[in-house]
């Protein structure tokens, strides 16, 4: 995971509106936070951790559709978040949204003062987000016997213990404008429990336990809070299984295919918008069946 910063100046010029190539800090007006009318999210801010690619990226395309700006944070890929860019731009601009803003941001969210960083330089960069998908994730699978401290404290720092700090942080914005969508992607395996998987599961499962916390904390405020669940979703995640097990896996999908990022992120999107107003507390499984209850 690198630990370097994205200079600021080069954070800067990546940060584009759907019409015009370039903006800066001194010449975009700062995005105003009203509630969305009907199913669109023009004017909403979205942070979007791990938009670099798979899943993220698909949550960034999706919010720009719907006219909302977008923040996007990566950890090492700046050519893939800057891609993301470019389908956001691309996205808005066919859907006919013109003052929608994005930006990519570095920042390793496993490092603390990175996570206060990032959502610093979001407010400063396109506004206070109305909107926070916790989304990144990373796994360091192995039996509990060979599993090592490191690999346990390195999986919950970027899946739950970054989801926790980014929520403390932005809910505050949301919290004083009675107007907020926080939305953490947990996983199936946060459910059932995977063998191999102690320290995946363990964050995933931590993920649902603060959504429904912080969803009761906020109610009061109009602040919803929902975890989507994704079963098995292509991306470079799932990449790493073999054919045989890729086999066994379908057997197990009743919509017998793996599901696509796009899968997931039409329903953060959903969530994100005004309809899913009375809905908060949460876990929405995108799984294609996998973990119906009889
Ligand atoms: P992915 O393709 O591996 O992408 C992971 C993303 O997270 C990348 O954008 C990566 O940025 C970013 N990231 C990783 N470590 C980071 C850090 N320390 N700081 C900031 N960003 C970091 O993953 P995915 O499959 O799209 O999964 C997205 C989410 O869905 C994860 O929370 C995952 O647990 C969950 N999920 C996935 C599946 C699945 O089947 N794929 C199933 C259930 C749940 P860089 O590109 O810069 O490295």
Do not use: W
Request: hydrophobic residues 40%; proline residues 3%; glycine residues 8%.
């Amino acid at each position: 995971m690198s630990e370097t910063h994205m200079p600021l100046e080069s954070m800067m010029s990546n940060c584009t509106d759907a019409t015009t190539p370039a903006c800066s800090k001194t010449t975009t007006p700062a995005c105003t936070h009203s509630v969305a009318s009907g199913s669109s999210l023009q004017l909403q801010t979205a942070l979007v951790t791990g938009g670099s690619r798979g899943i993220g990226r698909a949550i960034c395309v999706a919010l720009a559709q719907q006219g909302c700006s977008v923040a996007i944070n990566f950890a090492g890929d700046a050519a893939a978040a800057e891609e993301t860019m470019q389908l956001c731009q691309e996205a808005a601009r066919d859907a006919g949204h013109t003052s929608s803003r994005f930006a990519a941001f570095q920042a390793d969210i496993a490092i603390a003062s990175e996570c206060e960083r990032l959502h610093t330089e979001v407010c400063e960069t396109l506004g206070s987000p109305n909107i926070l998908i916790n989304n990144a994730g990373i796994t360091r699978d192995n039996l509990i016997m060979r599993m090592t401290l490191e690999d346990f404290d390195a999986v919950l720092a970027v899946n739950l213990r970054a989801a926790f700090q980014l929520c403390k942080l932005a809910s505050r914005f949301m919290l004083k404008q009675r107007q907020g969508r926080i939305i953490n992607i947990t996983s199936v395996v946060g459910l059932s429990g995977n063998a191999g998987q102690a320290n995946y599961a363990a964050s995933k499962a931590g993920i649902i336990g603060l959504t429904k916390s912080l969803a009761r904390e906020f109610a009061g405020r109009n602040v919803t809070v929902n975890a989507v669940a994704p079963g098995f979703i292509d991306t470079a995640m799932t990449k790493v299984l073999n054919e045989g097990n890729r086999g066994k896996l379908l057997e197990s999908i009743p919509l017998q295919r793996l599901g696509t990022p796009q899968d997931v992120a039409a329903t953060v999107a959903f969530l994100s918008g005004k309809e899913a107003g009375y809905i908060t507390g949460q876990v929405i499984a995108v799984d294609g069946g996998m973990t119906m209850q009889p």
